[in-house]
């Protein structure tokens, strides 16, 4: 059983800079893909990038390529968001997945979920 947990959701201004935390649970973070998506609410849970075991492969939503930056840190079990350049949104709610597999960007082949932490950018 794997288990994460977000972390770094907070307000921020248009143009602004956040960093999202995903820890997760286990000895076996090296051998999962780390994805993140959001979802604001009414809509649906829209992807917004993904990394490899190693870190070596990333993948971003078209939306947020050039301004955000997925990472990893194996030794901390841990996948970070870093958002730049924030553009006004309503709140979202970002959520970390795993799963045993290549990376990818459908949300439904991730088995493992955190609970979300919001984001709000405010104009």
């Known amino acids: 059983q794997v288990q994460v947990a977000e972390s770094g959701g907070g307000l921020v201004q248009t143009g602004g800079s956040l960093r999202l935390s995903c820890a997760a649970s286990?000895?076996?973070?090296?051998?999962?893909?780390m994805g993140w998506f959001r979802q604001a609410p009414g809509k649906e849970r829209d992807f917004v990038a993904t990394?490899?075991?190693?870190?070596?492969?990333?993948y971003y939503g078209d939306s947020v390529k050039g301004r955000f930056t997925i990472s990893r840190d194996n030794a901390k079990n841990t996948v970070y968001l870093q958002m730049n350049s924030l553009t006004p949104h309503a709140p979202a709610v970002y959520y970390c997945a795993a799963h045993f597999g290549l990376p990818n960007v459908l949300s439904r082949n991730y088995p493992y979920w955190g609970q979300g932490t919001q984001v709000t950018v405010s104009s």
């Open positions: 286990g000895r076996t973070f090296s051998t999962l893909s």
């Open positions: 990394i490899s075991q190693n870190g070596g492969n990333t």
